[in-house]
């Protein structure tokens, strides 16, 4: 198995719904583009990313959503060094179709109250359903490590929630933990960097807005062996 030496997970740059969020009334959540804020922090990441990546090969991912894809192409990625998969698990949890401002306001205080991992949304997902398919992604993920040619790097281009629950899912965090967490802001990049000892470490850990409140006690009785 060839695992690589970077895996990179970034959120997509700022989009018109995040300024504006009567857009939602007007246009669907995948159709949204990237303001020309957004694109501008795209590229200053995408700086960033061609230094740490160099010469070296990527395995690409990205969501199917427009905003997602336009964070990509402002990257500016050496196109003979990056092979790209739309990927359909890693898209924006789902909010309903064409959503009412104040409704999903409402929903949003109701969420903030129940819980962001277990609050469903009407017509839409919960956090923890995206979990489960972002756990069925990385579960792909980690078999197609087996190809003896796989690129050195992963790169993953996303949401913000769906960056989080992939680190839950890879680093065994609890709900709770997850559930003190913040959303990294747009454009901003976590690395999951294999470490001598054949595990991964993150670059940098998530904000946090409060401190973690679990109803019990988890451990690991054995070894990550990712």
Known sequence: MVRPRRIVLVRHGE?????DDTVYEREPDHALALTERGRQQAEETGKRLREVLGDER????????RRTHETLRAFHLDPDL????????LREQDWGNWQDRDDVRLQKAYRDAYGHFFYRFAQGESG???YDRVGGFLESLFRSFEAPDHPPNVL?????????LFCM?????TV????????????????LV????GKYALDRPFGRWRDPEPYGITGEWQSDDR
Do not use: C, K, Q
């Open 194 to 197: 294999l470490g001598d000892d």
């Open 169 to 173: 899912r890879w680093f065994h965090w």
């Open 15 to 19: 989009s018109t719904g995040n300024v």
């Open 156 to 164: 993953i281009v996303t949401h913000g929630l769906a960056m989080r």
């Open 176 to 191: 709770a933990e997850f559930e003190s967490l913040s959303n990294p802001g747009n454009a901003e990049m976590r690395m």
């Open 58 to 65: 990527v395995s690409v991912y990205v969501s199917p959503y």
């Open 82 to 89: 990056i092979r790209v998969r739309e990927e359909p698990r």
């Open 128 to 130: 923890a359903d995206v």
